[in-house]
């Protein structure tokens, strides 16, 4: 999907004479995190808020341009690398560069949010699966044959976490047969952490636990 129909220029690029008094002033008019500088037509970076507000207002963005921060996204680059782009930066825009790298303008994080919205994992219906195995014993391969094995498809999937050397896999797999996709991973070693009513093993567990407690306290 082209990211060109989200390139926004509504916020003028800076100029690195600009005066930190001037940035400060539409910082306080704007919601963004991060303001880009360009210097003869060529982007050099961004320049952040909170670092603006520890600068003196007297002097230039040249005076600071150690501190500018050079992330950027291409025009040409998918929108999901452009997400993570954003979450690497903690910025909420984002610079678009042509080859060349000509500013063309910015894009929000709001709305690449929205493309995310329309992806199958959140639009299409179904249920939420999270897993978790050793990093070097899992397989995405070995995940998607326990899923179509019991004739569910996966919708997405993704690494949630990863924690001394356990992963966390979260995967959305179309309606189907829960109990029995949940024993097959766990057949295969997986733990399960997310809860699911249909967990039939959980339930047994908690059967058992109520009765041994009942038997105890006779």
Not at 37 to 65: H, P
Request: with cysteine.
């Amino acid at each position: 999907m082209s990211l060109t129909e989200y390139i926004l220029n509504d916020v003028e690029i800076l100029n690195p004479h600009m005066k930190i008094g001037e940035i400060k002033l539409l910082f306080n008019e704007l919601t963004y995190t991060h303001l880009p500088v360009e210097s003869d037509g060529i982007y050099i970076g961004c320049i952040s808020e909170n670092d603006v507000r520890c600068f003196e207002a007297n002097k230039s963005i040249d005076d600071y341009r150690y501190a500018l921060e050079g992330f950027f996204t291409r025009d040409t680059n998918y929108w999901l690398d452009t997400l993570e782009a954003f979450a690497q930066n903690s910025s909420n825009i984002m610079p678009v560069l042509d080859e060349e790298n000509h500013y063309l303008g910015y894009l929000e994080l709001s709305e690449i949010m929205t493309l995310f919205n329309e992806t199958p994992f959140l639009s299409e219906s179904g249920n939420i699966l999270v897993v978790e195995k050793a990093f070097k014993d899992y397989s995405f391969s070995e995940i998607s044959q326990i899923v179509e094995s019991n004739n569910a498809h996966i919708l997405g999937s993704f690494i949630s976490k990863i924690e001394n050397d356990m992963a966390q896999i979260t995967i959305k797999i179309s309606p189907s047969g829960m109990n029995e996709i949940i024993q097959s991973f766990r057949r295969y070693g997986y733990i399960i952490i997310s809860e699911h009513q249909e967990d039939t093993f959980n339930k047994n567990l908690k059967d058992r636990s109520k009765y041994l407690d009942k038997y105890l306290n006779i």
